[in-house]
């Protein structure tokens, strides 16, 4: 898996069934990368509706959040409906897991992601990576901390 | 992963303050692991309350549950008239009930100053009060609710676990 101070390989992925995002265009923009298994996990500990409640604590970095799965883009669009999410999900689709692949996050056996964290910096530096098992939610907290001992 | 901030006179607690035995819940009214957790603590409340200090801090997943901010706004409104952990059971019982009126409905019960709860729900420091726990969860490593943190640490396991663990450790 990449690690502090790796280059982020550049990506392009769909948000939306019509929406394109490219980690190139966030330059100057602190990056999250929240690699995870797949859409639809149980409820109340769902990783992707905890970050949808800390989006204002990310905003005070200046940092977008951005999640990834293998889940396809209109997949993503009813699990965002769904669960009201107010930031993107994107669709390592095809060919499937090949971003998870470059970042060192992706589980071969189970054909998935890893439930991996990434934060970049405006550089398109990696500045801290995480993972943690597949049914383990790991938070926000790590994120926070390394958000803020970059602007140290 | 330890909690940050440490129990302290603004949260509310019951049981005895100087008990051996802390636990800090973070919980979301309208969340349905946490209204099956409620009788759990209940129970662990009642039959070990004079050994246990227990902490409820609000982590309302607002954006999944839209009524869990105004239960939580509801419950901190009553403990300014002294009847936190009344309207925090009125609500954890009657769960599928979670509109205004029914918060009104249970102040009525309580015999709270109704003009003054319907005001109370509103204030700056309560909406201040629930970031605050809402914060302090983030901080200390919460990912979902409830979540249970025993002397300071996170505890891996769901309410029952936690009856199971303190009935061991104080038998």
Redesign the interface.
């Known amino acids: 898996m990449l690690q502090k101070n790796d280059t982020a390989p550049n990506f392009t992925l769909y948000a939306t069934p019509d929406k394109e995002i490219s980690l190139a265009d966030m330059k100057g923009k602190n990056v999250i990368l929240a690699f995870y298994p797949a859409d639809w996990s149980p409820?109340?500990?769902?990783?992707m509706?905890?970050y949808?409640?800390?989006l204002k604590?990310f905003e005070k970095h200046d940092a977008e959040i951005f999640g990834i799965s293998v889940d396809s883009k209109w997949c993503h669009q009813a699990f965002t409906e769904s669960?009201?999410?107010?930031f993107n999900l994107l669709a390592d689709f095809e060919p499937k897991g090949a971003i998870s692949k470059a970042y060192g996050a992706y589980d071969e056996k189970e054909g998935q992601s890893k439930r991996a964290l990434f934060v970049i910096n405006k550089e398109g530096v990696i500045e801290w990576s995480f993972v943690s098992p597949n049914e383990?939610?790991?938070?926000?907290?790590g994120i926070?901390e390394a958000l803020e001992n970059m602007n140290k | 992963?330890s909690l940050h901030p440490e129990v302290n006179k603004k949260d509310h607690i019951k049981g005895d303050s100087s008990a051996n035995l802390e636990i800090v819940e973070f919980g979301?009214f309208q969340?349905?692991?946490?209204g099956a957790a409620h009788p759990v603590v209940e129970k662990i409340i009642k039959q070990f309350g004079n050994q246990v200090t227990f902490v409820f801090r609000n982590f309302p997943?607002?954006?999944?549950h839209e009524n869990a901010r105004g239960a939580a706004k509801a419950a901190e409104a009553a403990a300014i008239q002294g009847k936190y952990w009344e309207m925090h059971n009125s609500i954890f019982e009657n769960q599928e009930n979670l509109q205004s009126n029914d918060f009104i409905a249970h102040a009525e019960k309580l015999g709270l100053d109704i003009d003054k709860f319907k005001n109370d729900m509103e204030l700056t420091s309560i909406a201040e009060k629930i970031d605050t726990d809402?914060?302090s969860g983030?901080?200390?490593?919460?990912?979902?609710?409830p979540s249970f943190f025993v002397n300071g640490n996170k505890f891996d396991g769901d309410a029952a676990n936690l009856l199971a663990v303190i009935e061991g450790s104080v038998a």
């Open positions: 409820v109340c500990s769902d990783q509706a905890l949808n409640e800390t604590y669960r009201n999410l107010h383990e939610n790991p938070g926000a907290d926070l | 992963m979301d969340c349905g692991h946490c997943l607002s954006e999944m809402f914060e983030i901080r200390s490593g919460v990912n979902g609710t």
